[in-house]
């Protein structure tokens, strides 16, 4: 018996010291995640600089793959809560859980920076002082993808194929229920309606993985719909799923103009090429260097902005937003590597 209890209490004894460890250490360890390691924008442009960012601020930064499972991130939060991180920078895998992570931060007293998906359940945000989120202004790609493409489409009369004045339009959505695909879906196709301009919706297809895989499949299956002949435009909410398209595009020997959001070194390539008209940059990068800023003041116990050029909104979303930028065939020079 008294054997049983002097283990138990060594091994109470070496847990403590585990999960204080790091912080013992001194070195500040953030938890992270990226939803899915299969996704070309969060696992190509801003995982690996929240790794190299992490390095040049002498942090060490863990980032577990979620694998599109809600589940799955609740888990390893915990994990991460259990091992004694000092900060928590989490990606949503549904938006609408933001909650559930946010209540686990907070009975832990870990500060918590959410990125890439925006927390979509009301009042979310303001149920923890040390929350914040880092991305972008969800709107703002559909608006700049949006005038560039009507811009084009003005250039371009003979893109309107049937010559009736409209748009017959296909889109590739994204992931239903993400602020971004949400958001995306209405700006771009607003901006036509803004300029005297109608449109018509041949087809509309969700896909929650973001997927070329998706993006070629849908492609190619309306070209060989009954409506294939009369698609004008391609709206893809990411390059991703745009990459697919034109695969499909080519395999069918059709030319349409097609327009995606990310400005993923390959878009910049297709641009380059002709097979693309347009992108819009999501800057991956920035957003990583926030996200790590701002981790790495709340470890600390300091204002997150502290010594960063970074603006907090203070209008309840919390949120640092970085700036997106269109990419057309006129300057996609600028963001070739
Ligand atoms: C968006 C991005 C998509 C996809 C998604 C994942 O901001 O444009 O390509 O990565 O985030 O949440
Ligand atoms: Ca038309």
Known sequence: MKKTLLLALVAMVSFASFANGQKESGKIVIGANIYSFADNFMNGVVKPELESYAKTKGVEIQIVDSEGQQAKLNDQVDVFITKGVNVLAINLVDPAAAQTIINKARAAKIPLILFNKEATEPGAMASYDKVWYVGTDSAEAGVIQGKMMVSDWKKNPAWDKNGDGTVQYVMLKGEPGHPDAEARTVESVKAFRDAGINVEQLALEADPNWSTVHGNDKMAAWLTSSFGSKIELVIC????MAFGAITALKAAGVKLPIYGVDALDQAITHIADG???????????????????????????????????WKVQTNGTKAVRVAYIGVTAANYMEYKK
């Open 275 to 309: 097979e693309m008209n347009g992108t819009v940059l999501n800057d991956g990068k920035n957003q990583a260097r926030a996200t790590v800023d701002l981790a790495v003041n709340a470890a600390m116990g300091k204002n997150v902005t502290e010594g960063t050029n």
């Open 237 to 240: 909410n990411n390059d991703g």
